[in-house]
């Protein structure tokens, strides 16, 4: 394992492949990987990530394009892996920007034109389906699509044939020995493409941390039998709406146990539309119903499947919990079954729904105390069994955070791959590889992230964030001076004491009511101005009664900062405003180890 070194130029042969993560390297999620040559580019998945509790008001992350956009007459093509939304849920941005050939299965691309279709992106987007075990050529890449398991159908791994070697690209994956679908991983091409010789492999590392094997999807299968035999009223389902072969395992139950099916969540209603019509899922549309019909049911004639396995504000399971749902609700004795990873950061908003949901009466069932959910991920020894069936000179892991990388990067170390053919990197960083050498080098602006609030097409720059985080932790100070200025007959600016308090008075009627604070009148200057003439509003900062004095104080700093500036520097806005922005910030900062922030508004009458 090595750390990135600078670029040196003379380093890189002309018969190279340059390899360029712009998100999935240090994160879950963001998932997006560029395979360049000197005439060529091919891109591998484009997916979105899930904002944390870090990033108030922001709905998205998606992987900054640019450097794609500025080589975008090179891209032959754009690969995606499978239908999850962290692989394929940036493609409507990129499309937007790029006008390049998609190529994935069937249900993949389904999927993906259902979110291309709500931007507006569908009508121009050049989709290519193709099947496992099809070959697609792009320019100097040959990509080979290789059938693995996971927890929704049609998903692949990708051999790229390059002009240095085969690189394998495994996308998400586990070896399941009996899915639910009866399609294996294709253990066999794999084999084939170890026995030719594989240059690099580049391997999935969320489970990297779990022992032992992943467990078949139809391990949770008895459990939740077992939840269906026991439940006597309504059941409600939660999960993802793209893990397909579970809700494959929730519909056969359904039949069996003779419950009607009901869907809430538009997400989950039209990939199982979807799903159904071509064939992916098995669903007699006798046992459908729609959900605003479930009431007119008997409870234990009713299985509600339900959007809100991580606790999304907004979603089905969420309203529900709440009794906000406009026609399901949770009752006394109604079991509710969560069946999904809790993802890291979702702990909060994910226990607050089942608070809520055992206050309305519902037996709550999770992957913490009961075995209703396995991973599509796989654990050690299906990483392992990759490792061996491809036998790559080098390796380099993917999809994770840094220590998930580290973890799986020494696991190839144990199955005897040499620790320096094993390279650690991160997004951003360029991979130059040789049929010789595989090397790391610095970021060099290579990526970043587009946080989007609202419309995709404005991203939110980062100081509007942190503005953000900066309001919620510490609140903000709004100091208020009116001057009156004799502009132009060389005075400095001066204001007297009946100008200033019409000036205050007009200045707080721009303010919402409740801003509004009464005006001392004490602590005359030598200017005409004084401390009492000065306002000052906080908001999630102090509580004003309580802070008479330091807020008297701040009026004092705020007059001696005016005072100490020259007659030209009192003719300048932005620069009083600076001044007396920085003195706030460095007394507060001292006084309450706080940093609010400041917004001095400077008037003039």
Partial sequence: MTNSTPVNSEQIAEKNVSIIPLGGLGEFGLNMMVYETEDDIVVIDTGFMLPNADMPGVDLILPDIHYLVERKEKIRGLLLTHGHEDHIGALFYVLRQLDVPVYGTQLTLAIASGRLREYHVLGKAQLNIIAPGDT????????????????????????????????????????????????????????????????????????????????????????????????????????????LHRIQ???????????????????????????????????????????????????????ILSTGSQGEPRSAMSLMALD??????????????????????????????????????????????????????????????????????????????????????????????????????????????????CEVFGREGRSGRVLVDGKPEIGLEDIVLRDRIQLAEDGIVVPIVVLHSDIGDGNQPSVSVSDQQEGVTSAKNLLPEDFQQPTETHSHSKTGLNAGQIEIISRGF????????????????????????????????????????????????????????????????
């Fill in 542 to 605: 102090v509580y004003m009664d309580e802070s008479e004095e330091l807020i008297k104080e701040a009026k004092e700093i705020t007059l001696r900062v005016i005072e100490n500036l020259s007659d030209e520097q009192k003719h300048e806005t932005e620069t009083v405003q600076d001044e007396i922005r920085g003195a706030l910030r460095r007394f507060f900062s001292k006084q309450m180890q706080r940093s609010p922030l400041i917004f001095p508004v400077v008037m003039r009458v």
């Fill in 324 to 437: 906000n749902h406009p026609f399901l609700k949770v009752e006394q004795g109604d079991t509710v079954v969560i069946s999904a990873r809790i993802i890291p950061g979702n702990e909060k908003a994910i226990g607050n729904v089942v608070n809520h949901l055992i206050r309305r009466g519902a037996k709550i069932y999770h992957e913490r105390n009961a075995n209703v959910h396995v991973s599509g991920h796989g654990s050690t020894e299906d990483l392992k069994l990759m490792l061996n069936l491809l036998q790559p000179k080098f390796f380099i892991p993917m999809h994770g955070e840094y220590q998930n990388l580290v973890r799986h990067a020494e696991l190839a170390e144990s199955v005897g791959i040499p620790s320096d053919n094993i390279k650690v990197a991160e997004d951003g960083e360029l991979i130059h590889l040789t049929p010789e050498t």
């Fill in 249 to 303: 395992q929730f519909i056969d139950l359904a039949n069996i146990h003779r419950r009607l099916i009901a869907i809430s969540g538009r997400s989950l209603l039209n990939n199982v539309r979807t799903a159904s019509e071509l064939g992916y899922l098995n669903l007699n549309p006798d046992y459908l119903i729609d959900a605003r019909d479930a009431s007119m049911f008997k409870p234990h004639e009713v299985m």
């Fill in 136 to 243: 697609v050529e792009l320019g100097d890449f040959s990509a080979e699509f290789i059938h693995v398991t996971h927890s929704i159908p049609d998903s692949v791994a990708i051999a790229l044939r390059t002009p240095v070697g085969v690189i394998v690209h495994t996308g998400d994956f586990k070896f399941d020995m009996t899915p639910v679908d009866g399609k294996l991983s294709d253990i066999q091409t794999l084999a084939r493409l170890g026995s030719e010789g594989v240059l690099l492999l580049i391997s999935d590392s969320t489970n990297v941390e779990r022992p032992g094997q992943t467990p078949s999807e139809r391990s949770i299968y008895d459990t939740i039998d077992n939840i269906f035999q026991k439940t006597e009223q309504k059941l409600f389902l939660c999960t993802f709406s793209s893990s």
